[in-house]
């Protein structure tokens, strides 16, 4: 089980950290990757981190004001937001990947085998 938290509403510029608890396996075997979908618009890769060796991957919006981690101890990734902007406003989904690469994870959302079920992030414009 994923289940994602951290959610909320937020102005714009201000912070916010949302949490992936896994729950039922472990992470270190794992591509694990934060995703979104804004009202209207296609699910989207947001940055995807391979649990292993700590390699990641940033979509070009987020590059720079995003980062993903991992506390293996925990069995949970964390994607801390920082600049929020209004364009930021969907509902966050975390999901798993036994296989893919991280690019492949991210940009193309592939071979993902879990979701969970998301935390909503609205940055009001």
């Known amino acids: 089980e994923l289940v994602e938290s951290g959610g909320g509403l937020v102005q714009p510029g201000e912070s916010l950290t949302l949490s992936c608890a896994a729950s039922?396996?472990?992470?270190?075997?794992?591509?694990i990757g934060w995703f979104r979908q804004a009202p209207g618009k296609e699910r989207e890769g947001v940055s995807c981190?391979?649990?292993?060796?700590?390699?990641?991957y940033y979509a070009d919006s987020v590059k720079g004001r995003f980062t993903i981690s991992r506390d293996n101890a925990k069995n949970t990734v964390y994607l801390q937001m920082n600049s929020l902007k209004p364009e930021d406003t969907a509902v966050y989904y975390c999901?798993?990947?036994?296989?893919?690469?991280?690019?492949?994870?991210?940009?193309?959302?592939?071979?993902?085998?879990?979701w969970g079920k998301g935390t909503l992030v609205t940055v009001p414009s």
């Open positions: 981190i391979r649990s292993s060796d700590g390699s990641t």
């Open positions: 039922g396996f472990t992470l270190d075997y794992y591509v």
């Open positions: 999901a798993r990947s036994s296989f893919a690469t991280i690019q492949g994870m991210c940009a193309g959302l592939y071979g993902i085998d879990y």
